[in-house]
């Protein structure tokens, strides 16, 4: 289940999305598709509709499950029972599809749900999935989110999908602020100086609020000096005439720039991990550790290994190159996972570097995730099936 969700701007998007899931006039199951490129902020408007009180009381069932491009039906299957009920993965590994979908469907049935399905990437997916969705009139309501248009319009009932604006000025300065200055009290910068480069950078992220958290980001953990401001405007300036996502891309790939060199380890071993896996950071660290990654920093610094690598976790959630998924009760973080555009760069350069090789695990009857990393030499191996639900 998602978590609680920060987010700026597109209040009016919130309110009409929230609207639509609630409007009692239209009794049919209706879809409702969020579209928009990546890094618009999709995924973040979908989860603060799917947290709201107000939807939480108006559906008698709510559940989220996230769609990688590489997908098996069964596991997508399994994770709407866990995420409807209590239901351990183990229970439905020798079930077929139909039983699944059945499993489904009868725990839908006569309910007023609501089903968040994120990230959908072909029509197949809800082709397969929506034979599970009783059709009752009961006012039950589906969302999902696509970063592609036809996908969103072959799902949706009748009408337009919602199309996800970019930030305007005022919110894209608002959300770079409060990441600049996460961690501090005031927002304030300090000179008026400071604030025309500022408003520089973020009028060239193009209202894209992935870009403007990852520039913040950066901006967050250097100096706050006049030349080191200029230098990243420089930077930015340099992709600010790309079309939005290959600026974003540019962004991204500006923050992995700004990394110290042992970070950069870190980064890139999160490529051996499966696409939308919410990665058990006990586990990360760990990896970390045993494979030497902070062995030297620890050692100049006279710190424990596992103190420095939760350090190196935290310093790259706050230059927002992973995200938080599950906290525990204490608020220690416990989950996290990458974005797309994200995961997607950290492959090109893994990749590039030749000390990341992926292979499909195909042969696997696709009910387990392989997630299989060790140092080989200078490389990493990962063991993927398209399944990527973790077992502990």
Known sequence: MPQQVFMVGNTNALAEIKNKLTNLSIKER????????????????????????????HFDIRAWITVSQSYSLDDLL??????????????????????????????????????????????????????????????????????????????SSGGLPFSMPTLSEEESWDLFCKQVFAKQESCRLPSNEFEKIGRDIVMKCKGLPLSIMVIAGILSKAEM??????????????????????????????????????????????????EDYEI????????????????????VANKKLEEVAWQKLQDLIDRNLILVEKRGWSGRIKRCKMHDLTREMCLRLAKGKNILHIVDDKFQDGQFSKEISQENGNFWV??????????A
């Open 30 to 57: 209706e879809v409702i598709s969020i579209t928009g490129m990546g890094g618009i902020g999709k995924t973040t408007l979908a989860k603060k509709v799917y947290e709201d009180e107000r939807i939480k009381r």
């Open 225 to 274: 000096k006049v030349e080191d401001w200029e230098n990243v405007a420089r930077d930015v300036a340099l992709s600010s005439t790309l079309y939005e996502e290959q600026n974003c891309e540019e962004i991204l790939l500006l923050s992995y720039n700004h990394l110290p060199e042992n970070l950069k380890t870190c980064f890139l071993y999160l490529g051996v991990f499966s």
């Open 78 to 155: 399994q994770k709407l029972l866990q995420s409807i009920e209590a239901y351990s993965p183990t229970e439905g590994q020798f079930e077929g599809t139909f039983e699944l979908k059945d499993k489904v469907r009868k725990l839908l049935l006569g309910k007023r749900y609501l089903i968040a399905i994120d990230d959908i990437w072909n029509t197949q997916v809800w082709d397969d999935l929506q034979i599970c969705f009783p059709k009752k009139r009961n006012a039950s309501r589906v969302l999902l989110t696509t970063r592609l248009t036809y996908v969103a319009t072959h799902a």
């Open 280 to 299: 058990p950071v006990g586990r990360l660290v760990g990896h970390w550790v045993a494979l030497e990654f902070i062995e030297d920093e620890a050692l």
């Open 382 to 391: 990962s063991l993927q099936s398209i399944s990527n639900t973790y077992h």
